[in-house]
């Protein structure tokens, strides 16, 4: 018998040597007169930048360390965690005072009160004519407005910071952070609905200042002194800026190699038919991850030419995402919701609940198809569980049972 052993995506020679050795003699113990040569594919069908990755913005550019940060990057981490925490500029105004909260002198109104009671007026129906009303229905943000401005006048935060804030500077802040906080949660409500310029974000801000009472660029000095350093440390944006290159072409095999198959899949197909195809005799194939994928692929386009490949007793897949690709209606072989057709073999997919990247047949396909689901546990997180497979005898084990079942 022979058993070939086809790679996932991102995998190139070292590692695919060191990967092929440990399968291989995990496969023996099973198998101990069988067959198993090698497979690879990732150096001659693998993705890679042809032009050197000059398509990434600023990849051949010279720039400093993370640390030193633009104004720009410092702004796009500011609004990155108020996206994530739309009161947290509020909620530093209200921690940051050394006033015990109160409304001060008795018979004294507090200045900061005075912003609780202009937005609690604001009104949440506005005349279409109105500036604020014409550019929140230009941003898409117009249907969330009155539960951001509820959001906000309810928030403890900001009921603390009003209640704290004695004079006018820190009314100023807390007249911004209100506003700043209105529009994060309008921002982080319409998710990815909202069409939003920064420039037009800002718009918003200045102008929900205004109405609350305070100027159009108000002063943020006890929160900038605060949170602008820490947005730089926790926000991900501005050292996905600096390390984007290093990023994209790190990442190039394993995301590349399934964008170039998906677009020209047909070599790898060809390969792994005529690696097939090159021994006569009992054939049990075992395909991870894309390695499933072209696998499935070549099965079916044989068994629909009704010249299903001869030999072939049984197909393993391990943590592959072909039944997700025709459930989207994007795997080359098969129409949207065809069954497989008739030459098709036997197929075990095996997958772990954990893997991001692994998904279930059996559902997939009508009833009476011959195909079985077997769900295993590395007891790892992605994606250390994507690779984990093949130290799980549990793998091999259920291999081995499906090859004799197969006779």
């Known amino acids: 018998m022979r058993i070939l052993f086809v790679h996932g995506t991102g995998v190139r020679r070292e590692r695919f040597d060191t990967l092929f050795k440990q399968v291989r003699e995990a496969l023996h113990k099973r198998f101990p007169d069988a067959d198993i040569p090698p497979c690879y594919w990732g150096d001659t069908h693998g993705a890679s930048l042809g032009a050197g990755g000059k398509s990434i913005p600023g990849h051949h550019q010279t720039r400093g360390a993370p640390g030193g940060a633009t104004p720009l990057d410092q702004e796009t981490a500011e609004w990155h965690l108020l996206l994530a925490d739309p009161l947290c500029e509020l909620r530093v105004l209200a921690e940051l005072s050394s006033v015990a909260e109160g409304y001060g002198t008795p018979g004294v109104q507090v200045a900061g009160r005075a912003v609780a009671d ?15 009303e014409a550019l929140l229905r230009a941003t898409g943000l117009s ?38 906080a209105v529009v994060a949660w309008l921002l982080a409500a319409a998710d990815e609905s909202a069409l939003c310029t920064g420039a037009e974000r800002d718009k918003l801000v200045n102008m929900i200042t205004e109405r609350l009472g305070g100027t159009a660029r108000g002063p943020l000095d006890k929160i900038g002194a605060v949170l602008g350093t820490l947005a730089l440390r926790v926000t991900t944006q501005p050292a996905l800026n600096h390390w984007r290159g290093r990023i994209t072409t790190g990442a190039t095999p394993a995301v590349g190699d399934i964008l170039r198959y998906q677009a020209r899949g047909g070599p790898l197909r060809d390969y792994v038919r005529q690696t097939i195809e090159a021994a006569p005799g009992p054939t ?26 001869p030999g072939l007793k049984l197909l393993a897949t391990v943590g592959s995402q072909a039944p997700f690709l025709h459930e989207l209606g994007a795997l080359t072989s098969l129409e949207p919701g065809d069954g497989l057709p008739r030459g098709f073999p036997t197929w075990l997919n095996i997958y772990d609940r954990q893997d991001l990247l692994a998904y279930q047949a059996q559902p997939i396909f009508p009833a009476g198809a011959d195909v079985t689901d077997f769900e295993v546990s590395s007891r790892q997180p992605f994606p250390v569980c994507h690779s984990a497979y093949w130290k799980l005898d549990s793998v091999y084990d259920r291999i081995a049972d499906a090859v004799k079942g197969s006779g």
């Open 284 to 309: 049990v194939v075992i395909g991870h991850s894309l390695g499933g994928i072209a696998l499935v692929d070549v099965l079916a386009l044989a068994a629909a030419e009704q010249n299903p490949l």
């Open 143 to 180: 249907e969330y407005y009155s539960a951001a401005l509820a959001a906000v006048a309810e928030a403890s935060e900001f009921k603390t910071a009003c209640a704290r804030a004695q004079d006018s500077d820190a009314t100023g802040e807390v007249t911004s952070a209100a506003a700043r």
């Open 118 to 132: 202009r937005l609690a007026q604001l009104p949440s129906d506005m005349p279409a004519a109105d500036t604020l």
